[in-house]
Nanobody, 124 residues
Framework: QLVESGGGLVQPGGSLRLSCAAS????????VAWFRQAPGKEREGISC????????FVADSVKGRFTISRDNAKNTVYLQMNSLQPEDTAVYYC???????????????????WGQGTQVTVSS
């Protein structure tokens, strides 16, 4: 099970850090990713990291503003989001790939564990 937290309402230019905690299995050998889905839009892969961080990907839409990281000791993945803009408003999902073959790809079908999502709203 993956459980996201840390979402909420933030003003433009603000920051949030999302967390994704795994239970029932160890994330250490899994590839991990963050996706988001805005109303009326397809789910978009925004960042991923292979086990031990050997491969990473950051979408152009968030490059330089969002950073993925992982703490295997805490069995948790993070997404640090800075300089948030209204267009970043979406439900954010974390996902894990048990085969660790996906990243740097962020296609939804490549990830077989998903969290329930956390809402991020950027508005003044």
């Amino acid at each position: 099970q993956l459980v996201e937290s840390g979402g909420g309402l933030v003003q433009p230019g603000g920051s949030l850090r999302l967390s994704c905690a795994a239970s029932g299995f160890s994330l250490e050998y899994y590839g991990v990713a963050w996706f988001r889905q805005a109303p009326g839009k397809e789910r978009e892969g925004i960042s991923c990291m292979s086990s031990f961080g050997g491969k990473t990907f950051v979408a152009d839409s968030v490059k330089g503003r969002f950073t993925i990281s992982r703490d295997n000791a805490k069995n948790t993945v993070y997404l640090q989001m800075n300089s948030l803009q209204p267009e970043d408003t979406a439900v954010y999902y974390c996902a894990a790939d048990s085969l660790d073959t996906s990243c740097p790809s962020v296609k939804t079908y490549e990830y077989n564990y998903w969290g329930q999502g956390t809402q991020v709203t950027v508005s003044s």
